[in-house]
Structures are given as structure tokens and as C-alpha cells.
């Protein structure tokens, strides 16, 4: 089955306590991206991927910090978080963004609600 | 610059009755135009995009939204409304030129049918 996995679906940490949230695709996709989900803001982008080594910053990256090592994999890491980084995050991926083909919606995974205490 | 707008944080519909979510949106070039949806709990599937041509697009789940260029909105309708349609529902645009890739996506609407 195609589809993008987030784990973990929940987590409760505290302040400055490194932790990472994994993401993995199974679709071959070259784009990726995380947001976070927050009342009132809708979906804000944090980092996307274009491809394998390529990352670039979204709309909100302050404290966040990704890497694409793999096709699959897009990891998201929060080096020292903060109660204002509690959210609901989200990964998606789709097939391509760039040029005539690049014209295709995104998969979204599950989701993954953070709560920083 | 891309933008998109979702004037309507909520709303509320009988069952059976027809809906409407509206979307605006504001590009230098074409619009490229998606709709989603996010039922509780869940994450964002995709409904239907707009592309060119045919201004009607058909999605998912009896869905549809037509693209008007001259008001610069993507309305997403459906003729009879069911209970199971209440959702959170998003609109995004992504400009065909300027070199952006990536998508826009509205704040959000609120979709409550009422039994």
C-alpha cells in the first residue's frame, strides 16, 4: 500500500530534550516536506525537500533541522524544543514539484502531535 | 508572490442541502489549484487540482470546484451534503511562474453538516 509513515503518532517531552520525528515514503517520491498544524494558522511549511542531499528552508524553520540521506526517509529533528513548537506536524511527499510533470498533489501522513512541556 | 485565502473559518450546512467552501487566491502567472480534505484524526488526502482547461473539476467523493479566472476563486461544491463530508477542508495554489514549486495552502474551513 502507497503511503507515508510518521512515527511517533504522539509525543509529551520537556523543554530542550532532543528528539527526532521520523518519516518514510514508500512511493518513490524526490519531494518531501514537513508542516506543522497549528489553530487559527492553518498548514505552515518547515523544510521541504527537492531530492537525496537537497533541503531547503520553508516558511517557518526556526528551530528545526532536517536531512535527506535516503529517497525515502525525511527525519525531522528539534535539537532543543520549546513549548511554542507544540503542534500537529505533518510529512507529505509527492511524486515531483518541478517543471510539466511537477504539477501533482501531495500524500500526507498521519500526523504527529507534539506536545513540549 | 502566491497566496491563497479561505474567507470562512466554519461552515455549517443541513444534510442533503448543497455545499460551498470558497477559495481566493492571488498568482503572477496561472494558477495551478488543489483541493483537501482532513477528516479527524487524520491526515490531508487529496480531493481534486485544477490544472487548465475545463473551469468544472470533478474529485473525489461527489466533489467538485469550479475555477473562475476573471474572481480569481476555486470554490469547492457538492450538489447533496452527507454528515460524513464534516471536515476540515484546504485550498492551495502554487503560480506557474517565478519559480516557486512548492504549494500555498489556505488556513483551513471548517465543514459541519448537520443531520
Known amino acids: 500500500e502507497a503511503q507515508v509513515t510518521q512515527n511517533p503518532r504522539y509525543l509529551i517531552t520537556v523543554t530542550g530534550k532532543k528528539l527526532t520525528v521520523t518519516c518514510s515514503q514508500n512511493?518513490?517520491?524526490?519531494?518531501m516536506s514537513w508542516y506543522r498544524q497549528d489553530p487559527g494558522l492553518g498548514l505552515r511549511q518547515i523544510y521541504y525537500?527537492?531530492?537525496?542531499?537537497?533541503?531547503d528552508k520553508g516558511d517557518v524553520p526556526e528551530g528545526y533541522k532536517v536531512s535527506r540521506k535516503e529517497k525515502r526517509n525525511f527525519p525531522l529533528i528539534l535539537e532543543s524544543p520549546s513549548p511554542n513548537q507544540t503542534s500537529l506536524y505533518f510529512c507529505?511527499?509527492?511524486?515531483?514539484?518541478?517543471?510539466?510533470?511537477?504539477?501533482?498533489?501531495?500524500?500526507f501522513g498521519p500526523g504527529t502531535r507534539l506536545t513540549v512541556t | 508572490a502566491q497566496s491563497v485565502a479561505q474567507p470562512e473559518d466554519q461552515v455549517n450546512v443541513a444534510e442533503g442541502n448543497p455545499l460551498t467552501v470558497k477559495c481566493t487566491y492571488s498568482?503572477?502567472?496561472?494558477?495551478?489549484l488543489f483541493w483537501y480534505v482532513q477528516y479527524p484524526n487524520r491526515g490531508l488526502q487529496f480531493l481534486l487540482k485544477?490544472?487548465?482547461?475545463?473551469?468544472l473539476v470533478k474529485g473525489s467523493y461527489g466533489f467538485e470546484a469550479e475555477f473562475n479566472k476573471s474572481q480569481t476563486s476555486f470554490h469547492l461544491k457538492k450538489p447533496s451534503a452527507l454528515v460524513s463530508d464534516s471536515a476540515l477542508y484546504f485550498c492551495?495554489?502554487?503560480?506557474?511562474?517565478?519559480?516557486?514549486?512548492?504549494?500555498?495552502f489556505g488556513r483551513g474551513t471548517s465543514l459541519i453538516v448537520h443531520p
Open positions: 512511493m518513490n517520491h524526490e519531494y
Open positions: 507529505a511527499s509527492s511524486l515531483s514539484v518541478r517543471g510539466g510533470t511537477g504539477i501533482v498533489e501531495q500524500y
Open positions: 525537500s527537492m531530492n537525496v542531499e537537497v533541503t
Open positions: 492551495a495554489v502554487r503560480d506557474s511562474s517565478g519559480g516557486s514549486y512548492i504549494p500555498t
Open positions: 498568482v503572477s502567472g496561472n494558477p495551478y
Open positions: 485544477y490544472i487548465t482547461g475545463d473551469n
